[in-house]
């Protein structure tokens, strides 16, 4: 008699990890071994499996319901189901036997041959009965189990058992209900911590439906305003009503009351004095001892004949604060420009170098610009964002205001990074007698840099490092942590538990946004007294990035732990 072909289903999962077995697998989804297919050839090095036998689409759709987005190893599978034509020996009678599968491990699903057996107990451990034929009716049954995520399923259609309080939003990842209490999919987004307060236009979380934007948004000038401002609104300015300059673009109160442009240049003739001297200066980098110091003389020497020059500091040495000040001082005709790759950095480097260089706040020979609406202008130092540099080129595409450029944090090229550095390369054909650039970094291959720029036969100023003691201790989470609550079982608890043996404040790195904004709500549910917890991290508003940079200054006797992303 001729074979007859009958259609069966079968589930393919992705994302596995690398060198799992089928045992592994048997393990980890209380399946029978028998059904599980782990093909050796493999696409593009990436893991898969087969679980063969499903009988109908339903039952394939039940598996994958329950075991999609599972952990296994530290890698998040993806279920799918498939459909699949098996052909049967004709010699298969279903009434004459109890149990079928697919076995041959080494075939893909479509050419798998049908083998039938009479053992039950051959093909099906004790713990899987899911699926076999009825001697009876010939129809598939399948014991409802309950779901493996109980309470915290997210699935509203999900046809396993669950508890009596089980409660999950048939809206599921489209729900964008910021008072909404059931649960979601992971992919759903996150509620902003800030909830109506968050000034960030470009925050992509949920937010309660009151929220409204200021209409004139980053112009607004109104330090006493309510409203939430997008991101590029100027900050608060430090000297608030005692602030003596008429050109400063920071917020202040209504009362402030600057004085107008000729005051304002007698103010500066007669005040040239208060900014720190050169002696001033030099004095307080001997008493300071980097290590770079003793570089000074020569890296000044060395760029004003070469025009380019490779910096490669360790870190600890002072590159990113002095450089910057031994070229203004050296190259006092022209603005010295340093970019950074971030605007935190940027930020935080300008108030530092701007306390060293003058003894004041920005706004004097310091500044900086770190983007088209948050700037504060330096009249021989600006710290620039790789970003705010391109967008500076693009309106004087020779920089013709820029005497020196360096380019701080070289070996992270990024996009924006290798811009500059393309740029910078241009304009030292363009200006050779004007332009000067420096490349530095702690942990850069300086010949690449060198060869890039035809300069093959030049060597690098390297300078050595000082490095702090540090003390690590390794605290290896509990056996029932997860990848999916390793913040609120291990993470809080640590920082709970060691907040009060430390002084000072805390930095708590993650790996991005999401995870930044979960961990501050759990910790604000339990936080010390005299503790303050703020998130930090890129796309934030220039008023909560000011927040964590100023703390220390508006806050001294309060402690902060600052959850932040790695690059940020």
Known sequence: MANSNIKRWSVKINDLPPNISTADLTGQLDIAIHRIVIPKQRYFNKCYAYINGFPNEEQANEFTL?????NIYGKRIKCKAHENILTIPSTFHPRRHEQASITDDTKPMNQCDFRVTTDSSSLHSSQNKSFHFSSEADSIQSEQQECHLGIHCAYAFCPWIHPPDWH???DGAECNS??????????RKDKCSLGGTCHNDACLLLHPNGRQLRIRGAKCLELESTYVHPSGRPTKCKDGILCDKFNCNRLHPREWDPPDDTNYRNFQSQSSGILKSFRVRMSERESARLPIFRSRTEFCQRLERENLLVVT?????????????YAAEYFSDGLVVCTQPRVVAAMSLAR?????????????????????GNRVQGTNIMFMTDAALIHESQSDP??????????????????????VIGISKLLLKKRPDDFFVVIASATIDPTRFLAFFDRTFDSPLSVLGRVFPVTNEYLPPPKDCTDQNLIELHLIPTILRLFPKHKGNTLVFLHGQREIEHALTLFSRDIPNGCVALPLYGSLSPE?????LQFDDENPQQRMVV??????
Not at 399 to 419: G, K, M, P, W, Y
Not at 563 to 568: E, N, S, W
């Open 398 to 419: 020779n920089l013709s205001r820029i005497r020196v450029l360096i380019v701080d944090e070289a070996h992270e090229r990024s996009l924006n990074t290798d811009i």
């Open 313 to 325: 500091a360790e870190t600890g040495s002072g590159k990113s604060t002095q450089l910057p000040q």
């Open 168 to 170: 999950v939003c048939e």
């Open 178 to 187: 910021f008072d909404c209490k059931a649960s979601h999919p992971e992919d």
């Open 544 to 548: 909560e990035q000011e927040r964590v």
């Open 563 to 568: 959850f932040l992303y790695q690059c940020c």
């Open 352 to 372: 530092r170098v701007a306390d060293e260089y003058d003894g004041t706040s920005e706004g004097n020979s310091v500044g900086y610009q770190v983007g088209s």
């Open 66 to 70: 329950r075991w999609n987005g599972m």
